[in-house]
Protein backbone atom coordinates (compact mmCIF):
# COMPACT_ATOMS: atom_id res chain seq x y z
CA UNK A 1 0.00 0.00 0.00
CA UNK A 2 2.63 2.23 0.74
CA UNK A 3 4.48 2.10 -2.31
CA UNK A 4 1.53 2.49 -4.22
CA UNK A 5 0.77 5.82 -2.46
CA UNK A 6 4.63 7.09 -2.78
CA UNK A 7 4.15 6.15 -6.90
CA UNK A 8 1.26 8.12 -6.76
CA UNK A 9 3.13 10.83 -5.47
CA UNK A 10 5.92 10.56 -7.33
CA UNK A 11 3.78 10.86 -10.59
CA UNK A 12 1.98 13.97 -8.91
CA UNK A 13 5.62 15.75 -7.80
CA UNK A 14 6.36 14.85 -11.74
CA UNK A 15 3.48 15.70 -13.70
CA UNK A 16 3.55 19.44 -12.34
CA UNK A 17 7.34 19.59 -11.90
CA UNK A 18 8.18 18.84 -15.55
CA UNK A 19 6.70 22.40 -16.48
CA UNK A 20 8.34 24.52 -14.55
CA UNK A 21 11.48 22.96 -16.18
CA UNK A 22 9.90 23.55 -19.63
CA UNK A 23 12.24 25.76 -22.58
CA UNK A 24 10.06 29.03 -23.21
CA UNK A 25 11.39 28.71 -26.63
CA UNK A 26 9.38 25.61 -27.31
CA UNK A 27 5.97 24.66 -27.69
CA UNK A 28 2.95 26.01 -30.31
CA UNK A 29 4.14 29.17 -32.30
CA UNK A 30 2.28 31.41 -34.47
CA UNK A 31 2.54 30.96 -38.37
CA UNK A 32 4.49 34.84 -38.16
CA UNK A 33 7.11 33.30 -36.42
CA UNK A 34 8.00 30.69 -38.33
CA UNK A 35 11.33 30.82 -40.77
CA UNK A 36 9.92 31.43 -44.88
CA UNK A 37 11.74 28.03 -45.99
CA UNK A 38 9.97 26.32 -43.21
CA UNK A 39 6.37 27.73 -44.48
CA UNK A 40 7.15 26.87 -47.80
CA UNK A 41 8.22 23.69 -46.94
CA UNK A 42 4.93 22.97 -44.71
CA UNK A 43 2.61 24.73 -47.46
CA UNK A 44 4.26 22.61 -50.58
CA UNK A 45 3.37 18.98 -48.65
CA UNK A 46 -0.06 20.45 -46.97
CA UNK A 47 -1.63 20.02 -50.09
CA UNK A 48 -4.40 22.30 -49.84
CA UNK A 49 -4.90 21.37 -46.37
CA UNK A 50 -5.72 23.78 -43.24
CA UNK A 51 -2.66 24.60 -40.57
CA UNK A 52 -4.49 23.90 -37.36
CA UNK A 53 -1.25 24.19 -35.12
CA UNK A 54 2.02 24.52 -35.24
CA UNK A 55 4.59 23.79 -33.18
CA UNK A 56 8.59 24.36 -31.85
CA UNK A 57 10.66 21.69 -30.68
CA UNK A 58 14.59 21.77 -29.65
CA UNK A 59 16.19 18.06 -30.13
CA UNK A 60 19.83 16.80 -28.80
CA UNK A 61 20.83 14.64 -31.49
CA UNK A 62 22.78 11.92 -29.77
CA UNK A 63 25.76 9.24 -31.78
CA UNK A 64 27.44 6.91 -29.73
CA UNK A 65 26.37 7.84 -26.45
CA UNK A 66 27.09 11.81 -27.21
CA UNK A 67 25.62 14.65 -27.56
CA UNK A 68 26.42 15.39 -31.72
CA UNK A 69 24.50 18.50 -32.16
CA UNK A 70 21.33 20.43 -31.19
CA UNK A 71 18.79 20.85 -33.82
CA UNK A 72 14.81 22.81 -34.14
CA UNK A 73 12.04 21.37 -35.78
CA UNK A 74 8.42 22.78 -36.34
CA UNK A 75 5.59 20.13 -36.58
CA UNK A 76 2.72 21.29 -38.16
CA UNK A 77 -0.96 19.42 -37.62
CA UNK A 78 -2.87 19.74 -41.11
CA UNK A 79 -6.57 18.70 -41.55
CA UNK A 80 -7.95 18.36 -45.04
CA UNK A 81 -11.11 17.07 -44.12
CA UNK A 82 -12.38 15.26 -40.77
CA UNK A 83 -11.46 12.42 -41.32
CA UNK A 84 -8.11 13.19 -42.75
CA UNK A 85 -5.60 15.09 -40.20
CA UNK A 86 -1.58 14.22 -40.44
CA UNK A 87 1.48 15.81 -39.06
CA UNK A 88 4.21 17.71 -41.11
CA UNK A 89 7.62 17.64 -39.16
CA UNK A 90 10.67 20.37 -40.80
CA UNK A 91 13.44 21.59 -39.68
CA UNK A 92 15.02 24.56 -39.68
CA UNK A 93 16.20 25.04 -42.96
CA UNK A 94 12.99 23.99 -44.32
CA UNK A 95 14.35 20.28 -45.35
CA UNK A 96 11.10 17.52 -44.67
CA UNK A 97 11.66 15.24 -41.74
CA UNK A 98 8.78 13.10 -41.88
CA UNK A 99 4.64 12.92 -42.80
CA UNK A 100 2.95 11.10 -40.74
CA UNK A 101 -1.14 10.12 -40.67
CA UNK A 102 -3.32 10.70 -37.34
CA UNK A 103 -4.26 7.67 -36.03
CA UNK A 104 -8.17 8.17 -34.76
CA UNK A 105 -10.19 5.69 -32.89
CA UNK A 106 -8.64 4.17 -29.68
CA UNK A 107 -4.92 3.22 -29.92
CA UNK A 108 -5.32 -0.18 -28.04
CA UNK A 109 -7.74 -1.20 -31.45
CA UNK A 110 -4.50 -0.37 -33.55
CA UNK A 111 -1.98 -2.46 -31.62
CA UNK A 112 -1.53 -6.56 -32.19
CA UNK A 113 -1.89 -7.60 -29.18
CA UNK A 114 -1.14 -11.13 -27.84
CA UNK A 115 -3.60 -13.67 -27.07
CA UNK A 116 -3.32 -15.30 -23.46
CA UNK A 117 -3.37 -19.29 -24.16
Given amino acids: ?36 KVQQTINKHAQGGQIVKIKKEKLNIIKDKEKVKKTVIYIAKIKKSNTNKFWISVDKSGQL ?21
Avoid at 2 to 25: E, G, M, R
Avoid at 97 to 107: A, L, N, P, R
Fill in 97 to 117: IDIEKEQSGKILEDMDLESND
Fill in 1 to 36: MKIKVLAFLLLITLAFSTSSYADPKEGKVEWSQVPA
